[in-house]
């Protein structure tokens, strides 16, 4: 009998949410995310030491010699993340999302610039910008970039996406694929009502249901890719979804057990539901997302802990950088 995993992968397109390359290399997705919390760890595993320093050799050059260790630390985990999804890209067939600068997540141009700079950086090397998504956080002032960039041919993965008026957004501003977070949505609701919620009660499975079903209903070209799981039954529950990204672990864990997956998500079963249409401006965004708490929060917490995350990678560039330095100047 078929493993639960690759019974997934006959109706749903699975991705790897991680930057361990030896974890893409073992259970062979269709396409890979990464974000700045999952560059931080893996930049931090020996194996992949080489990748950083060459990135930071290849930094303090383009900086200059009168650059501090700081400032060629900044430079570099901008091309960082680049480097790891080029590794990426030489094992798995599809796509690798790279993301935007979460600092940067309320100001529309310096995103635009930023996800320019990204994809420069990948053709340069000589990978196809339809190999890469860029990532940008679910604000209005993030959906407003995606919307310029797509019109360039940059694709888009809207991230941190909790609530319906940010995805409801993003369709309309024709981004390619938005990624609602799934657990971080269990999250707040076990800590706001102390339950606890399995299978289809799951707050973070049913409000991804709710979007796949509005985006087939009309019609919408933008894909939906589950995003943030907590177990393998949140999986399960959205079978069907156009896309999953999915650790390591859960994809060990779906890969080891047997047994019939049904199928929960259907774009036919949703065409034929009764949906109201919500149409969408930023007066509407603002209103509904000062309503819903739970996105509100977790959009926050999102985007803080990213930058966070961003700021310890440049802290553990600078230390490596002195360490690589070091022989240079006792000679």
């Given at each position: 009998?078929?493993?639960?995993?690759?019974?997934?992968?006959?109706?749903?397109?699975?991705v790897?949410?991680?930057?361990?390359?030896?974890?893409?290399?073992?259970?062979?997705?269709?396409?890979?995310?990464?974000?700045?919390s999952?560059?931080?760890?893996?930049?931090?595993?020996?194996?992949?030491?080489?990748?950083?320093?060459?990135?930071?050799?290849?930094?303090?050059?383009?900086?200059?010699?009168?650059a501090?260790?700081?400032?060629?630390?900044?430079?570099?985990?901008?091309?960082?993340?680049?480097?790891?999804?080029?590794?990426?890209?030489?094992?798995?067939?599809?796509?690798?999302?790279t993301?935007?600068?979460?600092?940067?997540?309320?100001?529309?141009?310096?995103?635009?610039?930023?996800?320019?700079?990204?994809?420069?950086?990948?053709?340069?090397?000589?990978?196809?910008?339809?190999?890469?998504l860029?990532?940008?956080a679910?604000?209005?002032?993030?959906?407003?970039?995606?919307?310029?960039?797509?019109?360039?041919?940059?694709?888009?993965?809207?991230?941190?996406l909790?609530?319906?008026?940010?995805?409801?957004?993003?369709?309309?501003?024709?981004?390619?694929?938005?990624?609602p977070?799934?657990?971080?949505?269990?999250?707040?609701?076990?800590k706001?009502?102390?339950?606890?919620?399995?299978?289809?009660e799951?707050?973070?499975?049913?409000?991804?249901?709710?979007i796949?079903?509005?985006?087939?209903?009309?019609?919408?070209?933008?894909?939906?890719?589950?995003?943030?799981?907590?177990?393998?039954?949140?999986?399960?529950?959205?079978?069907?979804?156009?896309?999953?990204?999915?650790?390591?672990?859960?994809l060990?864990?779906?890969?080891?057990?047997?047994?019939?997956l049904?199928?929960?998500?259907?774009?036919?079963?949703?065409?034929?539901?009764?949906?109201?249409?919500?149409?969408?401006?930023?007066?509407?965004f603002?209103?509904?997302?000062?309503?819903?708490?739970?996105?509100?929060?977790?959009?926050?917490?999102?985007?803080?802990?990213?930058?966070?995350?961003?700021?310890?990678?440049?802290?553990?560039?600078?230390?490596?950088?002195?360490?690589i330095?070091?022989?240079?100047?006792?000679r």
């Amino acid at each position: 009998m078929a493993t639960i995993l690759e019974q997934l992968r006959s109706m749903t397109t699975v991705v790897s949410d991680t930057g361990d390359i030896n974890s893409i290399k073992q259970f062979k997705p269709t396409d890979s995310t990464t974000n700045p919390s999952l560059i931080q760890a893996a930049a931090g595993m020996p194996e992949y030491q080489s990748i950083v320093d060459d990135v930071l050799q290849q930094a303090r050059k383009d900086a200059g010699t009168g650059a501090s260790d700081k400032e060629v630390a900044t430079i570099a985990f901008k091309s960082l993340a680049v480097a790891f999804g080029r590794k990426i890209l030489e094992i798995i067939p599809g796509r690798v999302s790279t993301e935007v600068d979460a600092r940067l997540s309320y100001d529309t141009e310096k995103s635009i610039e930023t996800a320019r700079d990204i994809i420069a950086q990948y053709e340069k090397a000589g990978v196809s910008r339809d190999r890469v998504l860029i990532k940008l956080a679910s604000t209005w002032e993030g959906i407003r970039a995606a919307e310029v960039l797509e019109k360039e041919g940059i694709h888009c993965n809207m991230t941190l996406l909790f609530g319906m008026h940010q995805a409801i957004a993003s369709a309309e501003a024709k981004v390619t694929l938005i990624s609602p977070f799934v657990g971080r949505i269990l999250d707040w609701y076990k800590k706001d009502t102390g339950k606890d919620y399995v299978g289809a009660e799951d707050p973070g499975v049913q409000s991804v249901t709710k979007i796949y079903n509005y985006y087939k209903h009309f019609g919408y070209k933008t894909v939906v890719m589950g995003a943030s799981f907590r177990n393998i039954g949140e999986i399960k529950e959205l079978a069907g979804c156009d896309l999953l990204t999915i650790s390591p672990k859960l994809l060990g864990e779906l890969e080891a057990e047997q047994g019939t997956l049904e199928r929960k998500l259907d774009p036919e079963k949703a065409k034929q539901q009764k949906i109201e249409k919500i149409p969408m401006d930023k007066a509407t965004f603002d209103k509904m997302h000062a309503a819903d708490r739970m996105a509100s929060d977790k959009l926050k917490e999102g985007i803080e802990g990213f930058s966070k995350a961003l700021e310890e990678l440049e802290i553990t560039l600078a230390k490596r950088l002195a360490e690589i330095s070091e022989p240079a100047v006792s000679r």
